[in-house]
């Protein structure tokens, strides 16, 4: 069972940056990717970025430009580095990893953008 644990989650002003990561309990190379969803309050989840095993990324067309995914194998980390954060950013961040078939979840952490 692969466990993900992710912090970095707060109140920020809008146009503030933030820094999530998300600690795996295995190799992050052994996952085909590894990305960064969020849920807004009364909306569905929504795919923020992802990285798959070759490195590459993706990213919502909302986010290009303001959030960068990076991932260090060496502490099986993966990061958001989230800039000019707006309020519509507010949501609960989940990190995800995807192993064949299976999906694994974190817990989530709460990122509120407010003056």
């Known amino acids: 069972q692969v466990q993900l644990g992710e912090s970095g989650g707060g109140l920020v002003q809008p146009g503030g940056s933030l820094r999530l990561s998300c600690v795996a309990s295995?190799?992050?190379?052994?996952?085909?990717?590894m990305g960064w969803y969020r849920q807004a309050p009364g909306k569905q989840r929504e795919l923020v970025a992802f990285?798959?095993?070759?490195?590459?990324?993706s990213y919502a067309d909302s986010e290009k430009g303001r959030f960068t995914i990076a991932r260090d194998n060496a502490k099986n980390t993966v990061y958001l580095q989230m800039n000019n954060l707006k309020p519509e950013d507010t949501a609960v961040y989940y990190c995800?990893?995807?192993?064949?078939?299976?999906?694994?979840w974190g817990r989530g952490t709460q990122v509120t953008v407010s003056s």
């Open positions: 295995e190799s992050t190379l052994r996952f085909d990717r």
């Open positions: 990285i798959r095993r070759d490195g590459t990324l």
């Open positions: 995800a990893t995807f192993l064949m078939t299976q999906v694994y």
